[in-house]
């Protein structure tokens, strides 16, 4: 939630900022700044809404230099204006910051302040900049170091989450940053560094990062990053290299992320299923799950912890683990588990699932489960993020950046490591390998299939087309299938806002069949799996109310046309594996209605991707 980026070095840092501010756009899109020294004064611009209108801007107020920082908004504390928007300045007009995250005793702060500070933002932001530039004055060392120090003090009257970024007009040879709860990265460049609210901005400039902890500061200058504790103590951490590559983080070609992202499954699928198999043995192999076969033999209980989509992953991988491996298993959403007083103890497992690894109802669900003893293994997308340091071990889901806010892509490799999870527990405890290795094959078989669906995208656009003017739907699944309802309500709502619901199939006739009439179409998921004479029935008692039905149903399976006013037809697929597939389709079509009502696909109203305030 909100971006930021900083560059020190020695190119001209308003056109690498604007780069960067583009790639975070889907962080926050309701405001932007930027503020760049020449090494003798500073300079500043801001914009309400999309980046492109910032750029546009600075057409016209060019701002040369070569130090500067860039935030991107979502709106918490203070309406979208451009006064709310970052950077902010101290009060003497010489430091300025930017902030993800929230500062919650900003109004005892600023009383603290006094009447001779003046506020111009409605934010809790701006409390920092005046904070900061204060302790900056009573420093003796006018230098790098003092504005180390004084970013320290005043950090140690907050409290709240943070990761800021702070320049100061007369210390123009460094950049300070600091993280208490919000992510900080440091990208390590040759005679320039960069300071990111994530990597995606650097990745175009280089791979090798620090991750900021909580309570670390980080001096960057042009050729060199010192880390610090908040308390001033050195601390000495070593350079990662990510992975991904920039490509990852370019539309090559599409319209959208989104379509983008929905295109790269079959390719990301691989990687997550890459390395992971053993036929020999008809398991799954994941070392990141660092438990003995003792241990897994031991758990009585798992739990997947998530927010979201990435909780109607979790949803299949409740299903699997009890069909494979016989454990009772469930499903949180982050923000209900940790509000709770769950029932946990040493034989549960905690998977905690999340795209961004920073969601903040995630992690303090995470960190919960931790304290009362649990083992906790993390399901995670982004490399070095949060959630997947705090957790005792657990899976990277490779599936790239994703960039656009609705998630798809991190959806269909979250599934598929929660499957691998599921038949490796399956195998200690009561698979067959032969039972094993049928699974594994049905693996392999994945991505053809889903390119074989990719490659219907025509015809479902046409069916989004039709019916993308209804005001309400309904999503209907069954078992393993439910869950792709829930996400194929949750896909349609989020970009289209269009309202949706999603049912399982034999919930209809206790109260949401009222809903249904000629204008309140179905869509059903309907494969010929061990429920589908079950799902007929649901089908036809909604025919029985002239309810328009859309149908997702198995190749071959003509007795679907009978039921339907329109089929999306998927392979057959082993039952357990069907969500990869069948939440294909659905993405597709919220995809097509959005783009049929011009929404802003990859950015919708009110959303952000990386939900890290609670
Ligand atoms: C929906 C969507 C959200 C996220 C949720 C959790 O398309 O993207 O529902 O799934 O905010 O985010 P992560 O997975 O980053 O924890």
Not at 236 to 243: A, P, R, T
Not at 251 to 274: S, W
Not at 407 to 436: D, E, H, P, W
Not at 567 to 586: C, D, F, S, W
Request: hydrophobic residues 40%; aromatic residues 8%; charged residues 25%.
């Amino acid at each position: 939630m909100c971006g930021i980026i900083g560059y020190i070095g020695k190119r001209q840092a308003a056109p690498i900022l604007l780069q960067g501010l583009r790639r975070l756009e889907y962080r926050g899109y309701d405001s932007s700044g930027m503020a760049i020294s020449d090494h003798s004064t500073l300079a500043m611009t801001k914009c309400v809404g999309k980046i492109e209108n910032l750029a546009e801007k600075m057409k016209t107020s060019h701002l040369p230099g070569s130090v500067g920082i860039a935030h991107t908004r979502w709106a918490t504390h203070g309406g979208v204006t451009e006064l709310n928007a970052h950077p902010h300045t101290g009060n003497k007009g010489k430091l300025v910051l930017v902030h993800n995250g929230i500062i919650e005793n900003y109004r005892e702060l600023k009383d603290q302040l006094g009447p001779e500070h003046h506020f111009t933002s409605e934010t809790d932001s701006e409390v920092l900049a005046h904070l900061i530039e204060r302790e900056f004055d009573l420093q003796e060392q006018k230098n790098c170091e003092g504005l180390r120090k004084a970013v320290g003090c005043g950090l140690s009257h907050v409290k709240g989450t943070y990761g800021i970024v702070v320049m100061h007009e007369d210390v123009p040879d460094c950049l300070i940053t600091a993280r208490m709860g919000s992510p900080i990265v440091v990208g390590v460049g040759k005679d320039e560094n960069y300071i990111a609210s994530d990597a995606t901005p650097i990745l175009a400039y280089t791979r090798d990062v620090l991750f900021l902890d909580d309570g670390e500061i980080a001096e960057v200058k042009e050729n060199n990053v010192r880390l610090f504790t908040l308390k001033d103590e050195i601390v000495s951490k070593k350079v990662e290299e990510i992975h991904w590559n920039d490509e990852q983080a370019e539309k090559q070609g599409f319209p959208h992320f989104m379509l983008k992202e929905i295109h790269d499954q079959p390719t990301v699928f691989e990687d997550a299923i890459r390395g992971r198999f053993n036929m020999a043995e008809g398991t799954a192999v994941l070392g990141g799950l660092n438990m003995t076969e003792q241990q897994m033999r031991d758990i009585n209980r798992v739990i997947f912890i998530a927010c979201g989509t990435a909780s109607y992953a979790g949803m299949v991988g409740k299903y699997a683990f009890e069909r494979l491996a016989g454990i009772p298993a469930e499903v949180d959403v982050a923000s209900e588990f940790r509000y709770r007083d769950p029932i946990i103890d040493e034989k549960t497992l905690v998977f905690v699932m999340s795209q961004s690894g920073e969601t903040a109802d995630t992690l303090a669900a995470l960190r919960e489960a931790k304290r009362k003893g649990a083992f906790v293994r993390g399901i995670v997308n982004v490399i070095g993020s949060t959630i997947s340091r705090e957790t005792d071990g657990g899976t990277y889901i490779h599936a790239g950046a994703e960039l656009a806010v609705a998630s798809t892509k991190a959806y269909t490799n979250m599934v598929t490591v929660a499957l691998l999870y599921a038949l490796q527990f399956g195998r200690a405890r009561r698979v067959s390998i032969a039972t094993g290795q049928r699974m594994l094959n049905a693996f392999l078989e994945i991505p053809e299939k889903m390119n074989w669906i990719l490659s219907q995208k025509d015809s479902i656009k046409e069916i989004a087309e039709k019916y993308k003017d209804y005001k309400n739907f309904l999503f209907l699944g069954r078992g393993i299938n439910y869950p792709v309802a829930l996400e194929g309500s949750l896909k349609l709502k989020e970009i289209s806002y269009i309202h949706a619901e999603a049912y399982p199939g034999g919930e209809m006739k206790h109260g949401p069949l009222a809903l249904i009439s000629e204008d309140f179409p179905t869509f059903a998921i309907m494969p010929q799996n061990q429920l589908y004479e079950k799902m007929r029935s649901n089908i036809e008692e909604i025919r029985a109310r002239k309810g328009k039905v859309i149908l997702i149903a198995t190749q071959g399976d003509e007795r679907a046309k009978e039921l339907a006013e329109d089929v999306i037809y998927v392979p057959a697929m082993k039952e357990l594996l069907e969500p990869l597939l069948n939440t294909i389709p659905l993405q597709l079509f919220s995809y097509y209605v959005a783009v049929a009502l011009k929404r802003d696909v990859d950015r919708p109203r009110n959303l952000a991707k990386s939900v890290t305030v609670e």
